[in-house]
């Protein structure tokens, strides 16, 4: 898939690879800058996602926005947000393999578009379709792993921490791990040139 941006939209726009298209409102593309350093992955869209076709919008958004400012960092400023899947999965189930699969060339593409510096896969799901792994969270916390070439983070998912508020100071760790990263990074290529 070589499609820039206006064709990959309209791509995932008028995809019907998977089931998950029969029951959509609108597919959930992602958003933000097109060139940004940080790219934030989700599992799916949720109710108020599949209304509105942006990611991150319902209490999981709000509480996604304040991790970002938490790290000076905002929506749409060098950040963009994506999901492994583009449409909803019904009743928020996580996606299943083959839905997973059916996304994965877009969001591929996507990555390929953007080349961020680092991913930050929120949650299991994310984790590990772009992993490849069935290893839990928390065994994957506070760890570089390697997404094709672009360091990859994983955190919990803004959906869990509303239900498990013990775990914040854990997603507060990975996010303070995910700015030290993109320092190293950024000083990597600040060295190489």
Known sequence: MRMEWPGLKEAVASCTSCPLHAKRNKTVFGVGDENADWL???????????????????????LLDSM??????????????????????????????GEALACEPYLDRQIDLLRPRLIVALGKVAAANLLATD?????????????????LI?????????????????????????VRTMGDLKRETDAAT
């Open 68 to 97: 970002l400012a938490a790290i000076k960092l905002q929506r749409g400023t060098n950040v963009y947000i994506a999901n492994v899947v583009k449409c909803r999965p019904p009743g928020n189930r996580n996606p299943e393999p």
């Open 154 to 178: 994983v955190t919990y998912h803004p959906a869990y921490l509303l239900r498990s508020l013990t775990d914040k100071a854990k997603a507060w760790a990975d996010l303070c791990f995910a």
């Open 135 to 151: 290893a839990s969270v928390a065994s994957m916390r506070g760890k570089v792993h390697d997404y094709r070439g672009t360091p």
């Open 40 to 62: 934030f992955v989700g599992e799916g869209p949720g109710a108020d996602e599949d209304a509105q076709g942006e990611p991150f919008v319902g209490q999981a958004g709000k």
